[in-house]
């Protein structure tokens, strides 16, 4: 344990495998070829979009898993969890793959809730192999937080587009080239937000706090960073987030940047608004494009922040805020981190 949030594995469990699909609109964007597989059929072939959700995420840990060279069997727990109701894309997707579950909430730091307990499990001693999963699909998205898409309705500038993708990360103990060294488990923070077209500025608060935190209890600056990624403020959220920094002197500068800014191209993508979110966001960047870079040596050192916004269809109608909440994870090319 250090400080008050922050934890240091003793024995850094490594990343064996990841792998990451999207759909049509994620494959036009400027990361098309770092993704595994990109199904031009929002649907993947299934008859609701529910069902698209779950074929995916699971497409995602097989394919994960087989790159690791590590079958499902050795894969001892899964954690998983989604954006829908009752986290119904994990548990439909994973029931056929019969691996013991344990189903996690967390919006979208799901990609990084997973990490981190994954890493602890290993680190723990209660498995040597276990797997993060989760997903996220716009039209599924749409139909349970906002509107249905028949509806048409206009959408602001401050919005996002939820991501229809899904990543996996398979950690393993034997597993060498990138670790999972550290982690920071967030706070819940509400600023007050009750706008759900408006997540980036109820987030970036809670991502301020987590790195905030992670930085303090590891005696660091964000320049000991090759990269410090959160996953996903958005256009609009990762400015907010920098201003919140800048006030209390700390410049985040290149080092700093937001899965929902990388995903999609604004000029070419005008229809994005501020950018992507959704739990396949951060995981599809994290699962192909950042790891991908870490490995091939452009990065040694990444700090990756998960970002969630933990409201409901039912507290958004009563009129209750958004609360927020974001998880940190540190990345490293080596096990001392």
């Known amino acids: 344990k250090m400080g008050q949030q922050t934890v240091r594995f003793q024995n850094p469990p490594g990343v064996a495998g990841s792998a990451c699909v999207v759909g049509k609109k994620e494959g036009e964007g400027p990361l098309r070829h770092t ?10 072939g299934e ?4 069902k698209a959700e779950s074929l995916m995420m699971r497409d995602a840990f097989t394919r994960a898993a087989d790159k690791a060279g590590i079958p499902l069997s050795a894969v001892e727990t899964v954690f998983a969890g989604d954006l829908l109701n009752q986290c119904i894309g994990a548990t439909f997707g994973l029931r056929p793959l019969e691996r013991p579950f344990l189903g996690i909430y967390g919006a979208c730091s799901n990609m990084a809730e997973g990490l981190l307990m ?3 499990h290993i680190d723990g001693g209660f498995a040597s192999c276990a797997a993060a999963v989760t997903s996220s699909h716009f039209c599924s998205a749409e139909r349970q937080y906002r509107l249905p898409l028949e509806y048409g309705g206009q959408r602001p500038p401050t919005a996002q587009w939820t991501v229809t993708g899904a990543g ?9 080239g990138v670790f999972v060294t550290h982690g920071t488990i967030g706070k819940i923070v509400d600023a007050g937000i009750n706008d759900a077209n408006h997540m980036g500025a109820a987030m970036a608060p809670a991502a ?22 959160t996953g996903d403020l958005g256009g609009l959220g990762a400015n907010l987030l920098r201003e919140l920094f800048a006030k209390n002197g700390v410049t985040l500068g290149k080092h700093y940047t937001d899965c929902g800014v990388l995903i999609f191209d604004p000029e070419t993508q005008k229809e994005v608004q501020s950018g992507g979110s959704g ?15 870490m490995r091939r040596g452009n990065w040694n050192r ?4 998960g970002t969630g916004a933990l409201l409901s ?6 009129g209750e805020s958004i609360p927020a909440i974001c998880h940190a994870v540190r990345l490293c090319t080596t096990k001392e981190g």
């Open 47 to 50: 008859k609701t979009w529910e």
């Open 302 to 305: 990444v700090l990756f922040c």
């Open 279 to 293: 739990c396949g966001c951060s995981a599809a960047v994290l699962c192909g494009h950042i790891l991908d870079s």
């Open 35 to 44: 993704f595994d597989f990109v199904n031009n059929d929002t649907t993947f």
């Open 118 to 120: 994954a890493a602890m």
């Open 313 to 318: 269809p039912v507290s958004t109608a009563q």
């Open 168 to 176: 996996s990360v398979v950690l393993s103990e034997h597993a060498q």
């Open 208 to 229: 301020y706090d987590t790195i905030s935190r992670f930085l303090e209890d590891n005696k660091e600056t964000p320049t000991d960073y090759d990269l410090i990624l």
